[in-house]
């Protein structure tokens, strides 16, 4: 009997313990899961001013927005702009005797004919071999075949005349020769008042590269010392800048320059420019014209029409080309060709002083028969002459 009630009471124990562990389990799982801890935050490092060892920024007063004055916007605020300055207007030399003052620069480079043909006469006995190489001088400087023929057959004669040879002799004899040469009886007065209007209207041609605005500038100069006012055409509108040069120029003298939009038609620059040159009563219309285009349209057919389309208003007083003079002959071949489509009444041979080639004076003059009327000796605003036979051949032989 009591196996039996030991038994049981173990079984009770047994039943205890278990359910005990039953719903200590079924607690536990029912418990909300603890809240996450709060990380620790630290606040970032002070940015430094200059480099990491500098301190920590202070704090600094600051104004509040009732404290800013801010603007009413009553009125805007207006930055003046200083006043863009007028370029200075240069009072060119005077012209005449220009081509005396530029003489030297003219005989660096063609002295060389000069002495040349003086060593040749001096010789004792002038012999074929002799003239021949007097020919082949004058030649080689392009005065070209016909007139180097008349002037070694007039040599001969007046040395044959002459006899006994002094070197003052010489130098007089070929002096007077060369210039009959050149040519001193040739008008090279640049057409520029008409009797019975103003302005006198001048065109300027020329491929491009020989210095065509280039001069059309400098010959503004040339005007404007010898006491006229000058408009400017800038009918070049397919050479890149070529306006803004010619305008430069113009503005340097007080000449006013006329210009349209870039590619537009140069005969309308041109019809405009002549338009405001009656309206400004200027004594001169200088026009640039273009050296080439870039449409299909030849260039001399456009030169053509510029002529026309000016000359509704006015006649053309003078058109002057202008050649590369260390081209030599070859630029022959250009004054053909522009004289075919204009008439040209004058030359200007740009870059004189840097050729020994001074005889393709004699040479285009001959081709054209118009007069060389203007000569380039150097790069200075001032170095554009008007052309003296006798200073040139001084130049020539030298002193």
Not at 24 to 32: C, D, E, I, M, W
Not at 60 to 71: A, H, K, S
Not at 81 to 106: C, K, S
Not at 371 to 393: S, T
């Amino acid at each position: 009997m009591d196996i039996v009630i030991l038994a049981v009471v173990i079984a009770v124990v047994v039943l205890g313990a278990l359910g005990g562990l039953i719903v200590g389990s079924r607690r536990k799982k029912q418990l909300p899961p603890p809240p996450p801890a709060a990380p620790d935050i630290t606040a970032p490092p002070a940015e430094p001013h200059v480099g990491d060892e500098a301190e920590t920024p202070r704090e600094e007063p600051r104004r509040t927005i009732e404290e800013v004055d801010l603007p009413d916007g009553s009125a805007p605020v207006v930055v003046e702009e200083p006043p863009a300055e007028a370029p200075e207007i240069e009072i060119p030399e005077p012209t005449a005797g220009r081509l005396v003052r530029l003489r030297a620069r003219l005989s660096r480079s063609q002295n060389a004919l000069g002495k040349g043909l003086l060593t040749l006469l001096s010789r004792e006995h002038l012999d074929e071999d002799t003239w021949e190489e007097i020919e082949d001088t004058l030649l080689t400087a392009d005065v070209g075949v016909q007139p180097t023929q008349e002037l070694v057959e007039r040599l001969r004669e007046r040395v044959k005349v002459l006899g006994t040879r002094t070197p003052d002799e010489l130098r007089t004899l070929l002096r007077e020769e060369l210039i009959t040469l050149v040519g001193p009886d040739m008008d090279r007065a640049v057409k520029t008042e008409p009797e019975d209007r103003k302005p006198g209207i001048v065109m300027v041609v020329g491929v491009n590269g020989t210095g065509k605005t280039t001069t059309t500038g400098k010959l503004a100069r040339v005007l404007v010392a010898d006491g006229q006012s000058v408009v400017l055409g800038a009918a070049d509108t397919f050479r890149a800048a070529a306006a803004d040069q010619l305008q430069t120029w113009g503005e340097r003298v007080g000449a006013h320059t006329v210009r349209g939009p870039e590619g537009g038609d140069p005969a309308s620059v041109a019809f405009d420019a002549v338009k405001e040159g009656k309206e400004m009563g200027a004594n001169v219309v200088l026009i640039d014209t273009a050296g080439r285009l870039h449409t299909k349209t030849g260039l001399m057919d456009e030169l053509g029409k510029v002529k026309r389309v000016v000359e509704k208003q006015a006649p053309v007083d003078e058109v002057l080309l202008v050649l590369d003079a260390t081209t030599g002959q070859n630029g022959l071949v250009q004054a053909r060709v522009f004289a075919e489509v204009v008439d040209i009444t004058g030359i200007v041979l740009t870059k004189l002083d840097g050729t020994a080639k001074g005889g393709i004076v004699v040479a285009v003059q001959r081709e054209l028969g118009v007069p060389v009327k203007l000569v380039g000796l150097g790069e200075g605003a001032d170095d554009l002459a008007p052309f003296e036979p006798e200073a040139f051949v001084d130049a020539l032989i030298g002193e």
